[in-house]
């Protein structure tokens, strides 16, 4: 997978939020290893309170917990890195939001915290719109930090799509 440019990521964003808006949908997102950068996309674009709600960073899983409704049980059972856990992300996301639509992240994009089963580039995506089923996919993304960050980026705005 090549590594999205900031023109491409711009591009794709206006893309969902043309959709959004033609869906008369709101977004909004639950990020932890993108830390906004999905927001910040979505937001780059002039008229984005048309389609954009509102984004939460929660890195901790205190956050995690208080802002998404996320069980304690839920972490320490699987863990951040999780199916579980990015599910009950979206889904909280959406009770907390004014959002039709939600995608949430949740992932190791390093240099460091990998381990043998969730190594660096781990991430969860998952996406739901109200009123609807929540999905969620593991992706292996591959290169240094910012690489990571910029495939999570391009994989949460394009799986949005299936959803609209």
Do not use: H
């Not at 699987?78 to 992240?105: C, D, I, K, P, Q």
């Not at 996919?137 to 394009?158: H, K, N, S, W, Y």
């Amino acid at each position: 997978m090549t590594v999205p440019t900031d023109a491409e990521l711009g591009d794709l964003a206006r893309d969902v939020g043309q959709q959004l808006q033609a869906a008369a949908l709101q977004l909004v997102t639950a990020e932890s290893c993108s830390g906004g950068w999905i927001a910040k996309a979505m937001t780059d674009i002039a008229g984005s309170s048309a389609f954009f709600d509102c984004g939460m960073v929660v890195y901790s899983y205190e956050a995690k917990q208080r802002l998404l409704g996320v069980r304690a049980q839920t972490l320490e059972q699987f863990g951040a890195v999780s199916r579980e856990t990015v599910l009950e992300m979206v889904s909280g996301a959406l009770v907390n939001s004014g959002a039709g639509m939600a995608v949430a992240v949740t992932g190791i994009a390093g240099p460091g915290g990998g381990s043998p089963d969730k190594p660096v580039g781990s991430v969860w995506i998952g996406w739901k719109q109200r009123g609807g089923y929540a999905r969620a996919q593991l992706f292996q993304f591959e290169g240094d930090r910012e690489a990571i960050r910029r495939q999570t980026v391009q994989q949460a705005l394009t799986g949005i799509f299936p959803a609209l």
